[in-house]
């Protein structure tokens, strides 16, 4: 499967997932046990997370914008998304190399994973973005400091179940090349 | 000019990047004014249509509660019937509804409604501002403004359009406070502080009226709303030390997490009575 016909699968599998199952997730009342901020976790900047190292910033930057808007649509929220994901896309880049410890030219046809970068930095990478994408999000859309408790409140109870789901995500679907020997 | 172009090709990602985001601060800032674009919102073809589809399977798995609260509205309706059988509400599908008037005239008022359902096909509540997505557009005569009431209270007012679906904004947003009544006639406004969709306040109600717990709040016939729809119910009253006002939290009487069925009401008086109203202003 070509690089791109196998990104624009996850595109569409990630977006179905945000939309039309973790969207819906604070309709339910067992999502908010007693009084408790609603929280909504954002998985689907894993698609930008995912795109592959040689993609250059430029092309990052459309493609997260494309992605915030598609997001931006369901979600009735013009721009706010787009806004997150864009600066998502910039900081990309530079995470990357502060984290890889060779020069990202030298992972050709690759893609940042759990394979070839290690669970832990992989992780470090995600959830610092996801976090970043987040914290630029909620403080988008409140747009008021007057209580900053129950914003950072819904900003780390959306980080920490979104990178629950990411997690979950990477284990289905990180092949066990060497789970034998 | 070399140097520029050199400048440019040094800094692309970044004048990129920057451009990108004063795009998204310009489309944030267009929908914050209410005045939304149709195009980027869940009332856009493509997206109303995926969440069509998602309702048709997700549909099935509400029906008994549906049932259970469509028989308890039809009691509701029966009982508010037998007031007015002496006229004739099975005319055409308007219903004329008496505004009541306590003043000395004693001039009965109509209030022309048109209602209509539809269907909601998309729903949030953790949003700051959540809409409410339903299959009715203008090729079924919805129009921007109108008010949306469930059978058991308030819901929102239309804000976007297309042909086939139209997005409500709902009660539960920070940019649209509601034009509310206590029991005894005060009104005031009835807002969401944002983070609880079980909770509404109501503000700067003065310290001498007097509310219980489980007073009702109803909508007065001031904004877009018909008069006399819940709101919800009082269930703690706080007094504001500040300004010795006070403070009342009420819980919505429409469940806004199970939305199955909304009405989309018309005034066919509204657009007369905005009119009115612009001229007035526009004089001073």
């Known amino acids: 499967m070509s690089t791109f016909v196998k990104n624009f699968l996850r595109f569409c599998i990630i977006m179905a997932l945000q939309v039309l199952i973790l969207n819906k997730i604070t309709l339910r009342w067992w999502s908010q046990p007693a009084g408790f901020p609603v929280f909504i976790p954002y998985v689907y900047p894993l698609f930008l997370l995912l795109l592959p190292f040689e993609v250059p910033v430029w092309g990052l930057l459309i493609i997260g914008f494309l992605t915030g808007l598609t997001m931006d649509s369901f979600a009735n929220t013009a721009g706010i998304h787009a806004c997150a994901t864009v600066l998502v896309a910039y900081l990309r880049t530079n995470v990357l190399n502060a984290l890889m410890p060779k020069n990202l030219s030298e992972y050709p046809n690759q893609s940042p994973g759990v394979k070839n970068m290690g669970w832990m930095p992989f992780l470090v990478y995600s959830s610092f973005l996801i976090l970043l994408h987040h914290t630029v999000y909620f403080s988008i859309e409140l747009w008021s400091f007057v209580n900053i408790g129950y914003l950072l409140l819904k900003i780390i109870a959306s980080t920490l179940t979104s990178m629950l789901f990411i997690v979950a995500y990477l284990l289905l679907f990180t092949r066990q090349v060497n789970a034998r020997s | ?284």
């Open chain 2, 1 to 284: 000019m070399r140097n520029f172009i050199l400048f440019i090709r040094r800094f692309f990602n970044l004048i990129l990047f920057l451009g990108l985001e004063i795009v998204c601060i310009v489309l944030i800032a267009r929908t914050n004014n209410m005045q939304g674009n149709d195009i980027m919102s869940s009332a856009n073809t493509v997206v109303g249509l995926m969440y069509q589809k998602q309702n048709d399977v997700v549909y099935y798995f509400g029906l008994r509660r549906m049932n259970d609260s469509l028989i308890n509205e039809n009691a509701f309706l029966r009982q508010r019937l037998a007031k007015y059988n002496m006229y004739d509400t099975l005319k055409d599908s308007a219903v004329h509804q008496i505004v009541q008037q306590k003043d000395s005239t004693h001039v009965i008022k109509y209030a022309d409604y048109l209602y209509r359902t539809a269907k909601v096909v998309n729903n949030s509540v953790s949003a700051a501002n959540n809409y409410v997505t339903i299959n009715r557009g203008s090729a079924d005569g919805i129009g921007k403004g109108m008010a949306v009431i469930s059978g058991t209270g308030v819901v929102g007012k239309v804000e976007h359009v297309s042909a086939h679906f139209a997005s409500v904004l709902s009660v539960l947003s920070v940019k649209q406070k509601v034009s509310a009544k206590i029991k005894d006639g005060t009104t005031g406004y009835v807002e969401w502080e944002g983070n609880r969709p079980d909770v509404l306040l109501m503000k700067d109600i003065p310290q001498q009226v007097k509310v219980k717990k489980g007073d009702s709040i109803y909508t007065t016939s001031y904004s877009f709303f018909p008069q006399d729809v819940l709101i919800g119910t009082v269930y703690e009253i706080a007094l504001i030390k500040k300004n010795s006002l006070l403070l009342l939290r009420l819980r919505p009487s429409t469940n806004f997490r199970n939305l199955q069925y909304v009405y989309v009401v018309e005034n066919k008086m509204l657009g007369e009575r905005q009119q009115l109203e612009d001229s007035v202003k526009a004089k001073k």
